[in-house]
């Protein structure tokens, strides 16, 4: 399958970081400062090398504050177009993906706006194909239960659970995708993109997996957010 230029990174920044307490009372979790800079602006940064210059931010909380750094991000790098959906309420990633549907490309790279993984998103391209629906960035990790937990055989991803779906070692969901567009059809109009969406697309061999062993980091929780400061930093630099 021909892939056309994919220039479209759509990033989840709509949870609330109830986990983070006070740091995301007001703050929306993918604008906490890292290094005294918003993480959302080093995640964009890094999807900017990746030749991708559209930019859709699915917001919610506190969704002023992301508009307002969409726009100075924008006036900063003029060559970058960044568009801010808001959803109608709390309606979960896969509510946030459908009702902003009619502003995505035919094929889109999904990332969560809270977590990093230093590898290439240009790979998962080679694993789409007519029959695929997505294609997953998989990390190995020691615990699975914070996170969506991943079968596969070969490159198919064969069971995907929600978070505390299996512990102990093995393969979770990466939070970097890439989707057609045709995964709306398979969306809630409220609802969970990793509960409602995917387990059945697995079921039905219709996501694929690349397996990563690099550099991952979820700010979600306090322990991991104060990593951040000098970890990613570091990330940045030894991959300049």
Not at 38 to 44: G, N, T
Not at 107 to 131: C, E, I, K, P, V
Not at 202 to 225: H, M, N, T, W
Request: with cysteine; hydrophobic share 40%; net charge negative.
């Amino acid at each position: 399958m021909t892939m056309p230029p994919i220039r479209q990174a759509v990033i989840l920044c709509g949870g609330i970081g109830s986990r983070l307490g006070e740091l995301t009372k007001s703050t929306p979790k993918p604008l906490l400062p890292v290094a005294g800079r918003p993480f959302l602006a080093f995640l964009i940064d890094r999807l900017r090398e990746e030749k991708l210059d559209r930019f859709l931010l699915l917001a919610a909380f506190e969704n002023e504050q992301i508009k307002r750094f969409a726009a100075e991000y924008m006036a900063q790098h003029p060559q970058v177009t960044i568009e801010v959906a808001v959803e109608p309420g709390r309606v979960g990633t896969g509510g946030a993906i459908w009702h902003a549907r009619d502003a995505l490309d035919a094929y889109f790279y999904l990332l969560n706006g809270d977590s990093w993984l230093n590898a290439s998103l240009r790979d998962l391209d080679t694993l789409m194909t007519a029959d695929t629906m997505g294609v997953l960035s998989l990390r190995h990790v020691e615990d699975r239960s914070r996170y969506g937990a991943v079968q596969t055989q070969g490159s198919q991803v064969t069971v995907f659970g929600g978070s505390g779906s299996a512990s102990g070692p093995g393969y979770i969901n990466g939070g970097v995708y890439l989707f057609s567009k045709d995964i709306v059809e398979h969306l809630p109009e409220d609802g969970s993109l990793e509960q409602v969406t995917l387990p059945p697309l697995a079921e039905q061999g219709k996501l694929s997996g690349v397996p990563r062993d690099c550099y991952f980091i979820d700010i979600g929780v306090i322990e991991d957010f104060d990593r951040a400061q000098t970890e990613l930093m570091g990330q940045i630099a030894h991959k300049a």
